[in-house]
């Protein structure tokens, strides 16, 4: 404990005493405290006194802890939680049982499989669930995936034939996630061969010609989709061609129908 740190207690004895001779006791000890923390005793005092300095992180966190915790803010966060109650019960109506939730399914298991050579497990302690494949991981992006990872997933399962199919097996897979999350307190994250295989449908998304008004619609979505989970503009960049090519095919398709249709 610091010179100053005595003081203080000290200080609050004499502030408190009313006995004469304790006080003077008090007082002697105080000036020799300050003394050793290289002060006067009324140094010693205003130190005390004066207001904590508070760090600009320090003013962050307080501001911030100040607002999450406003009557609006508390019942904001008890209207989510009923929300998230009901949610969950809808969700154990449809599946049965939280284990079902979580359970494998059969594209999960295949994906995973074709990883199998791939998947490198992290043995330090407390971190026996985590993995890379060939060392790419969480938040590296697609940018950094391995290519034989990227071409063991495309191969593991059927890859959808048509827009409409990609978009249905994509928002199959985001539901699922969804009710996974609603269904745990903590983050919930994706096993990384299913975090591929949403690359790969995103890039069939993309780019897989539109062969009906279904396709074109699904494309639709899934650009209404992209924007609204904020992708660049680079990426949606490379839609646009794809949807003119599935929009111009739409026409000479009409053109020729209502050409036969006048002959």
């Not at 060392?135 to 391995?146: A, C, E, H, I, Q």
Request: with cysteine.
């Amino acid at each position: 404990m610091s010179a100053l740190d005595r003081f203080a207690k000290v200080r609050a004895l004499h502030e408190r005493t009313d006995n004469p001779h304790e006080r003077k006791v008090a007082a002697t000890k105080m000036t020799a405290l300050a003394r050793e923390a290289g002060m006067t005793v009324a140094q010693a005092k205003r130190k005390l006194d004066a207001p904590p300095v508070v760090t600009p992180a320090q003013a962050a966190a307080s501001a911030f802890n100040d607002f999450f915790n406003t009557p609006e803010m508390r019942a904001a966060r008890a209207e989510r939680e009923q929300e998230k109650q009901a949610r969950r019960v809808e969700i154990l109506a449809q599946y049965g049982s939280a284990e079902a939730v979580h359970a494998e399914t059969d594209r999960e298991a295949a994906l995973r499989r074709a990883c199998q050579p791939f998947t490198i497990w992290d043995n330090r302690p407390g971190y026996e669930r985590t993995y890379t494949l060939s060392g790419w991981k969480y938040f590296d992006g697609r940018s950094k995936l391995p290519s034989a990872v990227l071409n063991a997933v495309k191969a593991a399962w059927p890859l959808p034939p048509t827009v409409k199919e990609a978009w249905a097996e994509y928002r199959a897979a985001e539901a699922l996630d969804r009710d996974r999350q609603t269904m745990v307190e903590w983050e919930h994250y994706p096993e990384l061969w299913v975090e591929v295989r949403r690359y790969v449908l995103e890039d069939l998304l993309d780019t897989l010609p539109a062969s009906t008004i279904g396709d074109v619609l699904a494309r639709l979505s899934w650009m209404e989709n992209a924007n609204e989970f904020g992708r660049s503009h680079s990426d949606l960049a490379a839609i646009y061609p794809t949807l003119r090519a599935d929009i111009e095919r739409m026409g000479e398709c009409l053109q020729a129908r209502e050409t036969r249709d006048a002959a």
